[in-house]
């Protein structure tokens, strides 16, 4: 049995990093059939046809590692030559000969249309409008750096599920803004602050998207990268610019991601340039002189307990909201997004609901993923092009641990030995509730 190389090695390193890298993930695939490595090959190129179903590339090197032809629309068609003014004319070409094995045109016939019942449970009328993912992965992230997106058509509606949070949202945020006269009578400002924690993968940046929907505001994300540079006092001015941004287009949503970074505890910071850039954080937060009027700023974390305490004070990000993995109405209406567009039958979501509890809105993503692929592999070794039935996407629900895990394992510690104030007594209820203390 062959070896892979080590630029192979390096090759997967590099696809691990851009899985959806179609000419890359091809470069492998190339590489591994010079090698001799047929069936590895095959199945880098199936992953490449997941992603691009229309690339030929990919296709015609499915084939080739396979054994077999390449398909009608790959082979050279002959070019005509010019009349000629005397002679004979030329003969016409020999016709190609037909190509032999696996028929891709007729494969594609075949799936044109799924073949009903697409669920075996009833789904909702209209399945044109099925909820977008809670993971955002339906959703793009926000604008570059500095510029903010204009209102957008997102709502808390849009998110499947997770009825608790959309509650302490409209509660706690939402109504006050939804009506400034009132807030002006009892004189709260048209500004607010609201930190987000969890678990990776389970929708928070989708969420504050959604948020923005319900005000009517602009939307702007920004990422540590966004704002820190190398040289002393940029990192300062980009704070600060990012926060004229928001101000300039307000009513406008600020989303501050990954904010442990941006705001992590200014003890632990050896370099002078971090403090600083804390340091205007929280001075942008401020807003003297009622500058964030029409500002409404959520961050997200995963890391709460890293997070600067002085971000946590009244007046800044002074609300808390716990994002959890996806209960059950929140991980059907994910499914059925992933599933939307791909061809199933007789897929039992109630089943596969139960079955993917503790998932993370990421996790299920992978999971139809994984499911599409062992039927596309399936359906390339056999020559029969299938449906994804039940048995994929259980198998690979099988083989899918929760991402959310180590998460847990650290957050169990803080919230048994670190909850001062009762900051975690919501995840520590969560924790006795699914019995992971």
């Not at 851009?18 to 059939?33: I, K, M």
């Not at 070794?381 to 690979?396: C, E, F, P, Q, Y």
């Amino acid at each position: 049995m062959s070896t892979e190389s080590p630029l192979i090695q390096s090759m997967r390193t590099a696809v691990a990093a851009a899985p959806t890298d179609v000419p890359l993930r091809l470069h492998l695939a190339e590489l591994l059939l010079g090698e001799g490595l047929s069936e590895a090959a095959v199945a880098e190129a199936a992953v490449a046809l997941q992603h691009a179903p229309g690339d030929m590339g990919a296709r015609t090197l499915m084939m080739r590692a396979m054994g077999l032809p390449a398909p009608a629309a790959e082979q050279p068609k002959p070019t005509p030559e010019k009349p000629r003014a005397q002679g004979p004319a030329p003969e016409a070409p020999a016709a190609p000969a037909p190509p032999t094995g696996f028929d891709w045109a007729a494969a594609e016939n075949e799936v044109a249309d799924a073949v009903p019942p697409r669920f075996v449970t009833p789904g909702p009328t209209s399945t044109a409008e099925a909820p977008l993912a809670a993971d955002g992965r339906g959703d793009p992230r926000g604008a570059m750096a500095w510029e903010a997106d204009t209102p957008g058509t997102v709502t808390l509606a849009d998110v499947g599920g997770m009825e608790e949070i959309k509650e302490r949202l409209e509660a706690a945020f939402l109504a006050p803004m939804r009506n400034p006269e009132l807030g002006r009578l009892y004189g709260k400002s048209l500004r607010g602050g609201l930190l987000m924690y969890g678990p990776p993968g389970c929708g928070k940046t989708f969420i504050a998207r959604a948020v923005a929907g319900e005000l009517g505001a602009s939307f702007m994300s920004v990422s540590i990268n966004d704002v820190l540079d190398m040289w002393m006092g940029n990192s300062e001015r980009n704070m600060h610019e990012v926060f004229e941004t928001a101000r300039r287009q307000a009513p406008c949503v600020l989303f501050l991601d990954e904010v442990d970074a941006l705001g992590a505890k200014r003890s632990r910071m050896q370099h002078g340039g971090m403090r600083n850039t804390v340091n205007q954080l929280l001075t942008e937060l401020d807003g003297v002189g009622g500058a964030n009027e029409g500002v409404f700023v959520l961050a997200a974390t995963n890391v709460p307990w890293d997070v600067d305490i002085a971000l946590r004070r009244p007046g800044r990000l002074d609300r808390t909201l716990l994002v959890l993995p996806p209960d059950a109405p929140a991980r059907e209406a994910i499914l059925r997004y992933h599933l939307r567009d791909r061809p199933i039958e007789s897929v039992d979501l109630g089943k596969l609901v139960k079955v993917t509890e503790d998932l993370s809105g990421a996790d299920l993503a992978h999971l139809c993923e994984s499911a599409s692929e062992r039927a596309l592999l399936d359906s390339t070794r056999t020559g029969v092009v299938r449906m994804i039935n039940m048995k994929d996407l259980l198998g690979a629900a099988k083989e899918i641990r929760p991402s959310t895990d180590p998460w847990f394992a650290s957050a169990r510690n803080v919230a048994m030995f670190a909850n001062e104030g009762g900051v975690y007594d919501e995840l520590l209820a969560y924790l006795k509730r699914k019995r992971k203390l």
